[in-house]
Each structure stands twice: as structure tokens, then as C-alpha cells.
């Protein structure tokens, strides 16, 4: 009963966000939303500012495993790009673009927000680090490109394009557009031979050297 009563708390607290904003993720409404009564919030998680962290978490660990299939399918790194759109698209029809929002604006006065939204976003990191250090091993760019330092800078600007998108959807096309450039570009040295990858990883080690 336990276990089922945090989780209907924290499906509850998601959904509060989701539905009315963070302004209004008060003990009453998210209790009303899980159908408990509001003392069970501070018993299981001490405040609601714990329970709103552990829901992020909880949150973040529920769309990663809902896209970790689709992710170990993609073949290249177009493929990444065209997911990625895709994804954004779904997950901002499903509002969570914009508790992603508000959860960053919240975490600048609250460490425990801001650590459990860094989490999740190092959920997210992890899964991209994955792919990336597979898609690249098919490419010139093996060895010269740190997986590692791409997943985090794909997840910032993934961020970044979601902020963006609320007051310039325009733009925020764009850069997409910008990103899918780069992965025709990253095609286009899958597709060379043998020799003309040798040829391109030899610039590479001569620019990484100077």
C-alpha cells in the first residue's frame, strides 16, 4: 500500500505540472489529482517541494525508458536527428516541454529542483552518450569526436530549442533544420570509401595536432 500510495503522488505531482504549472502544484491539488488526502504527502516525502524533486526523477526515468527501444534502433546520425524532432514533437503535445521549462526556472532558488532536474537530464545524457559513441564508430569521426562531450552539448541544445520554441517557433525550426544539415553532412562521410576515409582522418589528426 506503501508503494502504491507514492506512486499515485508522484503520477499526481506530474500531472499537476503538466495540467496547472508549477504555481499551482500546492499539497492540496496535487493530493486531489492522486485522490489521497494531503497528510500522505508529508509522511512519504516530508514536503511537496521533495515530492515535485522525486516526481521530476521518477518523470525523467519514465520517458527515457519510453524512447530507450526506438533509440538503440536508430543507424546513423540522421536517424538521431529525425528522432529527436519527432520526439520534441511528442513531448511538447504532451506538455512536457513546458514543465521542463518551468522546472529549470524553478531550480535557479530551489537546490533540490535543480538537482533532480540535473538528474534526469543525466538520464537523458547517458542514453545519447550511447548512441553517439555507436553512430560515430561508423564514421571518419571515430576517435576525434568525444561522445561524451557531444551528449551533453545535444542535450543543452535540446534544452536550449525547447525554451526557444515558446516565444520563436520559427527559429526554433531552424535550428533544427541547422542540426539535420550537420547529420547530412555526417552522411556523407559514412558514404566514403575506404581511401577517403583515411584521407579525412588524416586532416583530422593534422588539425588536432596543430
Not at 542514453?127 to 561524451?148: I, K, M, Q, W, Y
Not at 552522411?187 to 593534422?206: D, N, T
Amino acid at each position: 500500500m506503501s508503494a502504491a500510495t507514492k506512486e499515485k503522488l508522484l503520477e499526481g505531482a506530474l500531472r499537476t505540472l503538466v495540467e496547472q504549472g508549477i504555481a499551482k502544484a500546492s499539497a492540496r491539488t496535487i493530493a486531489a489529482t492522486a485522490g489521497v488526502g494531503q497528510g500522505l504527502i508529508f509522511y512519504h516525502f516530508g514536503s511537496v517541494e521533495e515530492l515535485l524533486a522525486a516526481a521530476c526523477r521518477y518523470g525523467a526515468e519514465q520517458r527515457v525508458a519510453r524512447y530507450r527501444d526506438r533509440l538503440a534502433g536508430l543507424g546513423s546520425l540522421t536517424e538521431l536527428l529525425e528522432f529527436a524532432r519527432a520526439m520534441h514533437a511528442e513531448e511538447r503535445e504532451a506538455g512536457h516541454v513546458a514543465v521542463l521549462g518551468q522546472l529549470l526556472a524553478a531550480g535557479q532558488n530551489s537546490p533540490a529542483l535543480a538537482a533532480a532536474t540535473a538528474a534526469g537530464l543525466g538520464l537523458w545524457i547517458e542514453e545519447l552518450e550511447a548512441v553517439l559513441t555507436r553512430l560515430l564508430a561508423a564514421t571518419p569521426l571515430d576517435g576525434f569526436a568525444d561522445p561524451a562531450g557531444l551528449a551533453r552539448a545535444t542535450a543543452a541544445s535540446f534544452v536550449g530549442i525547447e525554451l526557444y520554441e515558446a516565444v520563436d517557433p520559427q527559429g526554433a525550426g531552424r535550428a533544427f533544420d541547422a542540426l539535420e544539415q550537420l547529420a547530412g553532412l555526417a552522411a556523407v562521410l559514412e558514404g566514403l570509401g575506404p581511401l577517403s576515409q583515411r584521407a579525412v582522418r588524416h586532416g583530422l589528426r593534422r588539425g588536432t595536432r596543430t
